[in-house]
């Protein structure tokens, strides 16, 4: 059975770090783009950051251009976010996913429609 599985969430103040992990098991995430999503409560799911399946090809949505940093270890099948200069309005559920269905080919997108797994989330605070 094939599962996308985040981690590295957590509390943080403001300015802090954090390293969010997704990996996969069942499938190897390395021919796949994946894609950083987060909700906060009360608010619509947004993206985030997303990678093409060879790490060539990286977006950032304007909210966390500069201060989130995706990347993946195809050897190691996961796919990382860094995560600095945490604000409380960062605060959200992260999710990962991954496009298996091969949509996006070589490329990558922000857009959630064009992912089809997803991992159950991780959450992420920040205090003030």
């Known amino acids: 059975q094939v599962q996308l599985v985040e981690s590295g969430g957590g509390l943080v103040q403001a300015g802090g770090s954090l390293r969010l992990a997704c990996a996969a098991s069942g499938r190897a995430l390395s021919s796949y783009a994946v894609g950083w999503f987060r909700q906060a409560p009360g608010k619509e799911r947004e993206s985030g950051a997303a990678?093409?399946?060879?790490?060539?090809?990286?977006i950032y949505a304007d909210s966390v251009k500069g201060r989130f940093s995706i990347s993946r270890d195809n050897a190691q099948n996961t796919v990382f976010l860094r995560m600095n200069s945490l604000k409380p309005e960062d605060t959200a559920v992260y999710y990962c996913?991954?496009?298996?269905?091969?949509?996006?080919?070589?490329?990558?997108?922000?857009?959630?429609?064009?992912?089809?797994?997803w991992g159950q989330g991780t959450q992420v605070t920040v205090s003030s």
């Open positions: 990678i093409n399946r060879s790490g060539s090809m990286i």
């Open positions: 996913a991954a496009d298996f269905r091969r949509l996006l080919g070589s490329s990558t997108s922000t857009d959630a429609n064009r992912y089809d797994y």
